[in-house]
């Protein structure tokens, strides 16, 4: 079994979200349930993979452009995910959707 991850994943998330509330909003969650993640319960299989998935998306993202850009991003329509968010992407575990989006950004390349 791999190492439970979520905790660093979560810190992650809110260091640049800015709050548990605002990871369980992109994760399309109650806060309650991130409340419980905090407290060792472990994320079901699809939660752990969208956590991991908005971690990723974070710490990339953080990479390219200011970390405080980030939960904007996260936030508005991307032309290289069909206008769709990136945060949506993140609920619907559209997570190599959500990938080319990113290299797309990242490469500068134009929708």
Request: net charge positive.
């Amino acid at each position: 079994m791999l190492p439970d991850l979520t905790l660093p994943h979560l810190t992650t998330c809110r260091s640049v979200l800015g709050s548990y509330c605002s990871v369980a909003e992109i994760l399309g969650i109650p806060a309650a349930r991130v409340t419980r993640w905090r407290k060792g319960q472990r994320p079901n299989a699809d939660d752990a993979d969208r956590l991991a998935a908005l971690s990723t998306a974070v710490e990339l993202m953080g990479r390219w452009v200011a970390p405080d850009s980030v939960p904007h991003w996260l936030r508005a329509p991307n032309p290289h995910a069909g206008s769709l968010t990136p945060a949506r992407l993140i609920r619907e575990g559209r997570i190599a959707d959500l990938m080319g989006a990113i290299e797309a950004e990242k490469a500068g390349s134009y929708a």
